[in-house]
């Protein structure tokens, strides 16, 4: 018998998973992995089985073969994640009504009209999108607070709509949904248009950190999700949570917040350490409390799975998809290279196209470097130093730290954190947030699959 | 022998000796000019003597559409070999093959045969059909570039053709051959199927009796998939491999490209099946839970998954949806059993070859 490389990581104490390149993954016995790495063919029968099925111990006739259909794998993962698919994110205008105290984007004041995007740059933001990649395109609203501007994402649409043959396109505004009235309702009515809005929680929670001078945030968002349910149907609402210290203690409060709206499709995240959110104090938790809250939140999840419910979340599903699907390439921080350029282009309220919207969120704390890929008016894309940088540091294969993780041919890596934390784009991984967050939910995803049948069933259900 | 769901065998009387071969049939009289010679169907004895060959029967005359393409073995047998009736047609290449298959259903023969691949391209030109033609063996890929230069020709002719071939993948090795293979037609107008019976060469090569079988059809299929070639990948479960299915998916579904359908196909019981059936075969019950993994891999890996074969009754519940009614028409029976059940429309049935000890009864479902 003879070995295929492989990278190991502890799960408990019993427990470690190995996987390889080609993104086959096993959870074994600590013991089991010690005989497999002295003395492989003394190993039981059913667990060699596995790993010779799994690429990760061969008959040494078959080596050579065993080998190149482990590089065709990793080839066919590197190819799915190099796809050029992106979502198009043109945000109007950065100016907010809410002063929230964890804004990544650093808002500007609602009486500044300098921070919205012109018309000018908008028509030339989506002569830019049509010619950069083909339909059909995904195209995101982002802000500030959009809804400012619905004059401009009208433009946009019908902008789109005089351009893009066979109204090959969709569009998704992500709001707080203060503003949302009836002749925005109206106007989307037949429009491909969808919502996205924030809810983080029950109402005290939700208007801790969102603070909007005039009423409670939540009752303005739970009113224009109800209008849009009512009006427009549950399927044109979706949901965004980010976890903030005070929901830390409520994961019930949290599913009975999406309950009430009728809503079963999570999408938890803990506070971004980007930008302002970071530097601001406003009562920050680590990532170990974090995941106390989540597990919790998990086990009530199943729970209510159990009782017949439909439940799904989808950060953890996009860790479950990443570890059982060698195409998915769908989540831009989890893919290498990363989502950089290939999944988000986005066109900023100055007229600056930006390969993530990381990137612009540290333009703003970093006023003096020039994070863009130059603006709507040029005639291409500048890809300068540090693009090229960020591009490079997208890519976990080769950097210290992920070339020995067992979730490496899973993972990504987030160079515009590493810039915003270290100072650089690859990073010291041992310290980064990135890795402890998402080798935890792979962690997580893995005690769920290879747990009992009934764990694999409801974290399949969850990532559906 | 059961009687199958279309006959295509038929006793007839030709009104001149006609040499074995292959035969346009035509209804009624003969019209136009093709490749293969033609012979008249005619459903009743002609008034006046035609100056053409032709042959009297009713049945065959009701059973086939004009044009359709028959084998005439010499000896007063017709067989419909392409029909534009029939739910399958797939034309037999060669019968020599490098593969031994425990559970061959068409046993390799080592004579020269390659009149079958001359017939064939007349047949596929006079045939011109609108639709897929499976193409088998044996090993059809054996004729390395003559097959690819008659194929390429057929599918220039006949625009509305293609093709599905069936094939163990060991000449693809050769990735030049393989890029030629893929470059004659616009992709999707050849599919491979290729069989995959183990995850390593210990039971692949067993199933296959022969050596070094498995290294070269893996390295076959992932030059087939970088080439762009859609794959079907088979398997046939069997008391030597069931618990590699859902190992199998997972290999095939990572490392190859352009799989667009894993079959696993229950053991026709046919052919050196017959021979080897008690070492071999496995009713579907003493392996439910490895087709119930393998269904879950599929649809967790992203790769369908389908059944082909068997029995609904014979499935657990959970695997009856993907289940696909494929046997062809001309060896598909059902039993009497099967006359009151509520899903025999939708049930694949059974091989007419299934009888005596090879049978394994209908169960009651529902």
Redo the contacts between chains.
Sequence with gaps: MKLLPFNFERIDQQKVIVTNI???NHVMKRDDLELLLTEPASIPASLR??L????FL??V??Y???K???A??F??KLIADLQFRPVFMFVPTLRCDHTCSYCQVARAPIDQPEFDMSEKDLKQAVSRMASISPPPYSIEIQGGEPLLRFDLIRKLYQLCEEQISDSQFSLVIATSLSLVNSEIIEWARDRKVTFSMSLDGTAKVHDRHRILASDSSHARAIAGAKLIIQELGPERLGFVTTITKEALSDPQGLIDAYTELGGAHMFVRPLSPYGFARKKGMGSYTLKEYFVFYRELLSLLKKRWEAGYEVTEHSLGVHVKRL?????NGYADLKSPSGYGLNTILFNYDGRIFGSDEARMLQRVHPEIDFSLGAVSDPELNISNLSGAIIEGGINLDKPGCSTCAYQPFCGADPLQNISLFGEPVGHKAQSPFCEYHKTMFTIAVEYLYGSETDRQFI?ELAR | MKTPERIDLFEVDSSVDLPHGYYRLAKNSIWGSGYLPQIAILPSIPVHEPDYPYIVDRALFETIQDGDIGMYSGRNKLRVILSRLANHNTLLLTERCDNRCLFCSQPPKTREDSWLLESAEKALLDFNFSGTIGLSGGEPLLYGGSLIKKLKNVLSNCPETNFHILSNGRALKDSSFCRELAGIGHPGRIVLGVPVYG????THDSCVDSS?A???T??GL?NA??AGIPLEIRIIPTKLNH??LS??I??V?????SVVQVSIMNLEPTGWAKRNWESLYLSPSRYQDDLIKAIQMGQ???VKTVLFNYPLCHLPEDCRSQAVKSISDWKNFYPTECDDCLVKSICGGYFTSTGGERFDPPRRIA
Excluded: H, M, W
């Design positions: 080609g993104g086959f089985d596995e010779v099925s799994k690429l061969t008959e006739p078959d050579p073969a065993k190149l259909a482990l065709s794998a080839g066919r059982q699907k060698p195409d998915y399949q | 995850t390593s060469s210990d070094n498995f290294n070269e893996l390295i992932i998939g970088n618990a590699e190992g199998i997972e290999l579904g990572r490392c190859i490209s967790s890996i992203g």
